[in-house]
């Protein structure tokens, strides 16, 4: 069997809530991975130490097994059509987009009670029907967003990794005849990504754009997910909690110039005991009106030295600060043609 049997994903919401995530559904929609996945189940299996006077390891029946756990890391470009989908599963669900064509889908990283939204994921291989299978009531426990350093003469695509938590793994037919979410999928460029930052009191539609500077962005969101097993009759975890409260960190290379250095390293580089703090956004643009913005209140931890294709550069790191005007430690806007949800 070919070692690129898992090549496919298909996604299907299967509503209901983290603490109810419903049953499973067929998958809605294609998602386009850029390499082959490996889902993992977990059993939870056990062999306990038996002495019967054999020097045997593992006597027939003497195994059992514990809640079920399974998971998948699915890496992807960032396109404008289908991010949606997959925020949907960490960030928090949006029933409907505001405007008409285009359409913005608004998600806040929460900060209040959850309405993520579980849902089933296909995978395997359209043409081997002994390799598809599924994962039942999947949530994104964390998800990495971004684009490696620009480059002159290489591409520089938005990326993602969103690492799947989920009840079960099972073999299942995929589902068949599916395209992706939306049509002419478009992905999200570094190289047309522009930088904004500006002062904690400035309205973030009015952060001064820091031109010629970027080189390089990352972030990351944390769910801290955990599967809440109970005594029961079955196998499955019952529903999603948390372990810690939700965080984001984020990084970028962006070139040293006085106002990187008066609005990023000496906003920073206080003696004081306050935490330094700046609003940002980072908005790439598609073609027509495509978009997709990224605001965020960064506090500021680290700012050394660095180096991008010899050029010395900032490194900028820290965590996401809750905002008042967000409601939210950061938020993704996405502004593209697709008016609904899959049916």
Known sequence: MSEDVYNVVQIGSQGGTTAAPGSAVAAKFLFPI???????????????TLHRGRNVRNLGGSGYHGVRKAGVTLPAEVRFEDLPEILEMIYGHVSAPTGANPYTWLYPFEAVAPTIVPATIETGNIDVASAQERLVSALVNSITLGFSPITAGQASPWTLSAEVMAFDRAVNALTGSLVPRGTNLETVQGHLTRFYE???????????????????????????????????????AQKFGFTDLSNATYEMLVAVNATTKSDLHDVWNTSGATLGERRIRLRALGSGSKRLTVDALAGLFAIPWDDSDGERVYKVSGEFADDTTLGASHTIEVVNTVSAHPA
Do not use: K, Q
Request: charged share 20%.
């Open 198 to 236: 500006g002062s904690t009191s400035t309205a973030f539609g009015s952060l001064s754009e820091s031109a010629a500077t970027l080189r390089s962005f990352t972030m990351t969101a944390n769910r801290n997910l955990a599967l809440r097993a109970y005594g029961s009759d079955s196998d499955l």
């Open 34 to 48: 850029t390499d082959r996945i490996s889902p993992e189940l977990d059993l939870g299996s056990a062999y306990p």
